[in-house]
């Protein structure tokens, strides 16, 4: 049984069209398609619904200690209004999911975690965090809408005074007021872009998701789906759980050693990624040399012998290119090493690239 | 909300199939092309190649996913629309008069469609 998020009634009325996702009913994309949604974020701006994603608070005393121990970024020299990219592990080092965590007060944090891992990781927090630690999965509550592009800032504009609107990336303001529709806005999100991710009361999402539409209308805003979210993603080399990061991967060998910091006391994970040593294995990039395109899971060869696999794959509208990322033998991994993806059957040749793919010019 | 010409026969992998004397002229339907989503991709045979009935001979990828290309026939390619390697969206913009390819010595068809069957069919599946 999948549920709906509090703009499904909108999606239908914008002829999305809707696929399961994540135990959600979501728009893969509107009749526009992926490839000038994902152009309209590059260049204008494009309107997601990502309510699908879950929200899990963490209040009291101790809910920094509980944070800290919990996922593998620090939270300690952390100012309030700030916003933190983390993973959290398991005891074997691997990636139970990845998430941003907001500072909303010094004994109150606002995490956002991915749909699909919500419940799972309601219940790990929850058998984990120190006593004085209060967790609440407040994800039904509330909705998300994420307005991504360089014509971001215009749009929002219309709508908030300049002192309601972040300017530093990963960063937010808890209490601003759109067309009195109380709404926490930050400067995140999943396009590689720049832009804006705002947080209401589900019960203002419809009212919220038509005022942006009819205020970004003279920037050329279109609705964009899943497809879009998931192409720009890759194209900004994002990772995403499930491809890049899963149980069985740690975050050293997903290439995000930036959010791990192993000079902290102790965190579920640490024992094991210290026991593991230097990961074996390496996130990279993977161009297209012959004709093809690689999806997930192909795997890579090097003079026949497999030395990885691809994690994400597709066409890239933006950089017009056939792109994945793969995880490989991190001995093979240099740039400019030209190996074989075996593409249903047949072995085609791709070169090894620097990630990002795609970033943007500030 | 789809376009499905009279004049066609369909098959339920959604191929299009047109008569023109002994040369049979292959293409998608409205439905796949629609059901793919932007189409970045084709993987087309040869002239002379052989395609045998309901078996892949091509596939047309998009953004989204790979999907194989059936061949409603037996029979020996005489034509390829290589138009589609440089603009594969031309698939999207239209399946019908962009078709892919073109066999003759057609020794064995499958059971096709007729447009009004095919609707239903493409209906059916939600």
């Known amino acids: ?362 | 909300m789809f376009n499905y010409p009279k004049k066609l026969l369909y098959t339920e992998t959604h191929e299009w199939v047109k008569k023109e004397g002994d040369i049979y002229v292959i293409g998608i339907s409205d439905y796949a092309q629609d059901a793919l989503g932007d189409i970045v991709f084709v993987n087309l045979p040869e002239v002379d190649d052989e395609v045998f009935v309901q078996e892949p001979f091509g596939d047309v990828e998009s953004v989204k996913a790979v999907s194989d290309l059936y061949s409603p026939v037996t029979g020996v390619i005489c034509d390829v629309n290589e138009e589609l390697l440089d603009n594969p969206a031309l698939l999207n913009e239209d399946s019908y008069k962009n078709w892919i390819i073109k066999v003759e010595e057609v020794s064995e068809t499958e059971e096709f469609l007729d447009a009004e069957s095919y609707r239903e069919f493409c209906e059916s599946q939600g």
């Open chain 1, 1 to 362: 049984m999948e549920l709906k998020t509090p703009l499904y009634d909108i999606h239908l009325q914008e002829s999305g069209k809707i696929v399961p996702f994540g135990g959600y009913l979501l728009p893969v994309q509107y009749p526009t398609g992926v490839i000038k949604e994902h152009l309209a974020v590059r260049e204008n701006c494009g309107l997601f619904d990502v309510s699908h994603m879950g929200v899990i608070t963490l209040k009291g005393e101790t809910a920094l200690a509980s944070l800290n121990y919990l996922l593998t970024n620090d939270f300690t020299n952390m100012d309030q209004g700030k916003v933190r990219y983390s993973l959290m592990c398991n005891v074997n080092g691997g990636c139970i999911d990845d998430l941003i965590v907001y500072k909303l007060a010094q004994d109150y944090y606002f995490l956002v975690v991915n749909a699909s891992n919500r419940h799972k990781d309601y219940k790990h927090m929850k058998e984990h965090i120190l006593e004085g630690t209060i967790i609440e999965d407040i994800s039904d509550s509330v909705a998300i809408l994420a307005l991504q592009g360089p014509k971001a800032f215009s749009i929002i504009s219309k709508l908030l005074p300049p002192e309601d609107i972040p300017t530093k990336n990963y960063s937010a303001i808890e209490e601003v007021y759109i067309d009195g529709m109380k709404c926490m806005i930050s400067t995140t999100g999943y396009t590689g872009e720049e832009g804006y991710e705002l947080y209401t009361a589900s019960e203002n999402a419809v009212k919220l998701w038509k005022l942006l539409r009819k205020e970004g209308s003279e920037f050329n805003l279109i609705p964009c789906g899943l497809g879009a979210r998931d192409t720009l993603r890759l194209e900004a080399s994002m990772p995403l759980y499930g491809h890049e990061i899963t149980e069985e991967i740690t975050p050293l060998e997903a290439g995000l050693g930036f959010a791990v910091k192993m000079n902290k006391e102790d965190f579920i994970g640490k024992k094991a990624l210290l026991e593991k040593g230097e990961p074996k294995i390496k996130r990279v990039g993977l161009q297209m040399i012959d004709r093809g395109i690689m999806r997930e899971n192909q795997d890579i060869y090097l003079n026949d012998k497999l030395i990885g696999y691809t994690t994400s794959g597709t066409h890239l509208p933006y950089l017009q290119k056939a792109l994945a990322m793969a995880l490989i033998d991190k001995y093979h991994s240099e740039p400019g090493t030209i190996v074989e993806v075996d593409i249903r059957g047949k072995k085609l040749k791709a070169e090894i690239i620097e990630l990002p793919f795609y970033f943007r010019n500030k």
